[in-house]
């Protein structure tokens, strides 16, 4: 059977994508054009020029998917009164990323992981997300999400 996609191409796009949030910490510090940055992130790594694409950010609730660009970037980058509870995710800003994927389902058109990736800041301390990723290749076989839905995990009263 021919897959379309494979374990190493998606895990190695996970810590692009982790890197990539990284870097617009960095952006940030060094007092950048973070809202460039952050556009060019979600261009190379969301597929919202392709198609529809199904973005549940982890800190979102009003409104609590991000259904274009302009939704993406702020919940990265913040700024943007439309959204004022987005005060910018990779901001913090975020020195080192690790995954650890519980699953991986691929076929010709999409592939989806889910498990949990960790983001540790300059002071050591680990923020745990749970994640789900999809994946598509664009017609310049390109891999992008077409689905990303990440949450803090449950927490009992």
Known sequence: MNEQFNKEEIFKRHYDWGN????????????????????ELVDS???YDEGTVLFKPTKATTPQFRSN?????????GGNEKFPEDLGFALQPWVKVRFENHGFIANFK????????????????????????????????????????????????
């Open 20 to 39: 990539a949030i990284i870097a617009l910490g960095k952006v940030f510090t060094e007092k950048g054009d973070i809202v460039k940055a952050a556009e």
């Open 45 to 47: 790594f969301y597929g």
């Open 110 to 157: 999409q592939a989806i992981t889910m498990g949990n990736y960790f983001f540790i800041d300059a002071n050591g301390a680990e923020t745990k997300v749970e994640y789900t990723m999809g994946f598509f290749k664009t017609k310049n076989n390109l891999l992008k999400l077409n689905l990303h839905h990440s949450s803090f995990p449950f927490k009992p009263e």
């Open 69 to 77: 660009k302009e939704e993406a970037v702020s919940y990265f980058v």
